[in-house]
């Protein structure tokens, strides 16, 4: 007989699972079930936002027929809804990338799309440029295919291609640079955004050492200041002469401009890299849930324009509240971004501040949470700074929240 205390059975694992860590952020969201607590750990749409009815009517309007029943409910082909990879295309196409719905493949959302590319782009031992820090899904993602990662600084350009060549073979057997991920527009975990200057030089980085950009570009909508850079892939289509001759593969979503729950994202790239991720797609899941992108497809030919202006007034208030409320609240050795868009700032904290014990402490004592900055540092660095997030708490909450923090501090 089996007693509760008996160690589990477990397999041999393969070597891939070791690389595999829990998400902070997916684990701190546990937190907010606390009662009390002001968060500013999730980088979540503010479900205020949702498209409810307009949503409650593309699902009836999706079952409304035996035939579009029979479409919605069934099985599809892996490159995704053909009215959808159209309007996809047509989207890249206005925003500077002659794209043809050949060149889209739609996925569950941009997280799916970096685990595709990580398979098909990492052998063991090849190395992923990143910039330091960087988004820890994407460092999630990629780890389970057993990279190693080398920093990227484009708005420094402090490194020769030689000199990553050199150090990726060193660590391995035949290993290579094998690409180059950059979150552009109001990254997550900073909020900062790449310049003309340093897309370019994250181009002509890449032409060198001769490997795809992965180009994510989950918050670009949302610019609230400034003026609109182009897409690095738009830079590289003008230089390349059509979107099949560039090197740089886009990751687009509609989670922070529609919803996350509908789990639509989709990647632009050549035709032939599209066909080798259709391969990953068909082995993977089949095909992304019709029905929501029966959906997706209504709300953004019928909405898409009305709510990115909604989405941007709204959390334009809200970075301007966590401005405000940081200028007024905190000590003056702590420094922060200030972005033009998207959900996040990032605290740069004394160098004796762990931003991990920080977050125990604001939790027990402040009623606030946050998210160390260690987790999106592939080198480990990072531990005295923390990313705010200002795009689910109110306005009210955003200023006694950092008034909290900013007393424990």
């Given at each position: 007989?089996?007693?509760?205390?008996?160690?589990?059975?477990?397999?041999?694992?393969?070597?891939?699972?070791?690389?595999?860590?829990?998400?902070?952020?997916?684990?701190?969201?546990?937190?907010?079930?606390?009662?009390?607590?002001?968060?500013?750990?999730?980088?979540?749409?503010?479900?205020?936002?949702?498209?409810?009815?307009?949503?409650?009517?593309?699902?009836?309007?999706?079952?409304?027929?035996?035939?579009?029943?029979?479409?919605?409910?069934?099985?599809?082909?892996?490159?995704?809804?053909?009215?959808?990879?159209?309007?996809?295309?047509?989207?890249?196409?206005?925003?500077?990338?002659?794209?043809?719905?050949?060149?889209?493949?739609?996925?569950?959302?941009?997280?799916?799309?970096?685990?595709?590319?990580?398979?098909?782009?990492?052998?063991?031992?090849?190395?992923?440029?990143?910039?330091?820090?960087?988004?820890?899904?994407?460092?999630?993602?990629?780890?389970?295919?057993?990279?190693?990662?080398?920093?990227?600084?484009?708005?420094?350009?402090?490194?020769?291609?030689?000199?990553?060549?050199?150090?990726?073979?060193?660590?391995?057997?035949?290993?290579?640079?094998?690409?180059?991920?950059?979150?552009?527009?109001?990254?997550?975990?900073?909020?900062?955004?790449?310049?003309?200057?340093?897309?370019?030089?994250?181009?002509?980085?890449?032409?060198?050492?001769?490997?795809?950009?992965?180009?994510?570009?989950?918050?670009?909508?949302?610019?609230?200041?400034?003026?609109?850079?182009?897409?690095?892939?738009?830079l590289d289509v003008e230089q390349a002469g059509s979107l099949d001759a560039s090197r740089v593969i886009?990751?687009?979503?509609?989670?922070?401009?529609?919803?996350?729950?509908?789990?639509?994202?989709?990647?632009?790239?050549?035709?032939?890299?599209?066909?080798?991720?259709?391969?990953?797609?068909?082995?993977?899941?089949?095909?992304?849930?019709?029905?929501?992108?029966?959906?997706?497809?209504?709300?953004?030919?019928?909405?898409?324009?009305?709510?990115?202006?909604?989405?941007?007034?709204?959390?334009?208030?809200?970075?301007?509240?966590?401005?405000?409320?940081?200028?007024?609240?905190?000590?003056?050795?702590?420094?922060?971004?200030?972005?033009?868009?998207?959900?996040?700032?990032?605290?740069?904290?004394?160098?004796?501040?762990?931003?991990?014990?920080?977050?125990?402490?604001?939790?027990?004592?402040?009623?606030?949470?946050?998210?160390?900055?260690?987790?999106?540092?592939?080198?480990?660095?990072?531990?005295?700074?923390?990313?705010?997030?200002?795009?689910?708490p109110t306005i009210e909450e955003i200023d006694a929240g950092i008034s909290q923090l900013a007393t424990?501090?």
């Open positions: 007989m089996a007693h509760h205390d008996d160690p589990a059975w477990e397999p041999a694992y393969a070597r891939r699972s070791e690389c595999m860590k829990a998400s902070e952020i997916r684990e701190l969201l546990k937190i907010l079930e606390k009662p009390g607590i002001i968060s500013f750990a999730g980088g979540i749409p503010d479900p205020k936002l949702f498209p409810g009815p307009a949503a409650a009517k593309a699902y009836v309007d999706a079952l409304a027929t035996p035939k579009s029943t029979g479409v919605a409910l069934q099985y599809s082909v892996s490159e995704g809804y053909g009215p959808l990879t159209e309007w996809v295309a047509r989207r890249m196409t206005a925003h500077g990338v002659s794209a043809t719905p050949e060149n889209i493949v739609i996925t569950s959302g941009s997280q799916q799309a970096l685990d595709f590319l990580g398979k098909l782009l990492l052998t063991p031992g090849d190395t992923a440029l990143a910039t330091l820090p960087t988004y820890l899904g994407a460092l999630q993602a990629f780890s389970a295919y057993e990279p190693r990662y080398d920093t990227i600084n484009p708005e420094r350009g402090n490194r020769t291609p030689q000199s990553y060549r050199e150090a990726a073979s060193a660590s391995a057997p035949g290993a290579k640079v094998k690409f180059c991920y950059l979150v552009p527009d109001f990254a997550n975990p900073t909020g900062d955004t790449l310049s003309l200057d340093a897309r370019r030089r994250a181009l002509a980085l890449s032409h060198e050492l001769d490997i795809p950009i992965i180009e994510d570009s989950a918050y670009s909508a949302l610019r609230f200041d400034g003026s609109d850079e182009p897409s690095i892939q738009a886009y990751l687009g979503t509609f989670s922070k401009t529609i919803a996350p729950g509908l789990r639509i994202g989709w990647i632009c790239a050549s035709r032939a890299i599209v066909q080798r991720l259709v391969l990953i797609k068909q082995a993977s899941d089949l095909n992304v849930s019709v029905i929501n992108q029966m959906v997706i497809h209504q709300l953004a030919s019928n909405h898409i324009d009305s709510m990115i202006a909604a989405a941007r007034l709204h959390y334009r208030k809200k970075r301007d509240a966590m401005l405000r409320a940081l200028s007024a609240h905190m000590p003056r050795n702590i420094t922060w971004t200030r972005p033009e868009g998207g959900f996040f700032t990032w605290l740069k904290l004394p160098e004796r501040v762990d931003g991990a014990k920080l977050l125990e402490r604001a939790v027990d004592e402040a009623k606030v949470a946050f998210v160390p900055g260690k987790a999106f540092h592939h080198d480990g660095s990072g531990s005295n700074r923390i990313r705010l997030s200002y795009s689910l424990l501090l």
